[in-house]
């Protein structure tokens, strides 16, 4: 593995306003719309972003080059996030950075117990919290020199990129009879939507979660959840 970070570079000195100049953050995530608001995020923070939708995806990446920090989903299509941020915890060198993202209220304590420095709760849309977040946990020679400019600003994704969510969960809810698609879409769904404040949505990816995990019928939470996302799609709308 090529552990530089060519995006680090000496010359690229952190300021006020562009706190993380000079870091390349890999974002594992599935979600288009999630992963365009760290898009964003690191945009304006004058990062660097590269991303990676599943675990293998993650580790070609890694493979290749060693990132400045590393944002990971811990629900994702092949795997569990967790599993990843273990593997980079007890890595050497280390990735100076490795935080965990979810909406679930029991992902932090999983994200924390695998070896995540830190957490980012969904929807991740605040630039001051973002920044934060990496920034206390950097060493002093890559923090901005002086005061840093505080900021409440939050981002907003495109439109089109929920859109895609909503295509790429189409197909997996293409059939109802796979228990494991049903179960990656609610927990896909469910985050997407809140993200979103597609509220509806997010109810019926609840309801679903909910039937799989009591054992109760899942035919019609599951044909209601599709139904839903059919709609989304075709009114060409993201909520």
């Known amino acids: 593995m090529d552990d530089s970070d060519p995006f680090a570079a000496p ?6 306003t562009r706190p993380l100049l000079g870091l390349t953050i890999l974002v594992v995530e599935d979600s288009r719309f999630a992963c365009e608001a760290m898009r964003l ?12 939708d599943c675990l293998t995806s993650a580790r070609r ?3 290749i080059y060693r990132p400045s920090a ?4 811990m629900g994702l299509p092949d795997g569990s996030g967790a599993d990843l941020i273990e593997e980079l915890a007890h890595t050497s060198p280390r990735i100076g950075v490795i935080l965990g993202t979810s909406g679930d209220d029991f992902a932090e304590e999983t ?4 070896g995540a420095d830190g957490f980012l709760a969904k929807p991740v849309s605040s630039l001051g919290a973002f920044q934060r977040a990496i920034l206390s946990l950097l060493p002093g020679d890559r923090q901005p020199l002086g005061p840093r400019l505080l900021t409440d600003e939050h981002v907003h994704p495109d439109p089109i990129a929920y859109q895609d969510d909503m295509a790429h969960a189409a197909d997996v809810l293409c059939d109802l009879n796979d228990t494991r698609g049903l179960d990656y879409a609610a927990q896909f769904l469910g985050g997407v939507a809140r993200s979103a404040k597609d509220h509806v949505l997010a109810s019926a990816a609840e309801g679903l979660a909910r039937a799989r995990a009591s054992g109760a019928p899942v035919t019609n939470d599951a044909a209601r959840l599709a139904g839903l996302v059919q ?5 060409q709308l993201a909520i």
């Open 231 to 235: 709609e989304r799609l075709e009114r």
């Open 70 to 73: 590393i944002i990971v989903d």
């Open 61 to 63: 990446h890694l493979q």
């Open 111 to 114: 994200a924390l117990s695998a």
């Open 11 to 16: 010359h690229r000195i952190p300021s006020s």
């Open 41 to 52: 995020l690191c945009l304006r923070s004058g990062a660097r972003i590269r991303r990676a």
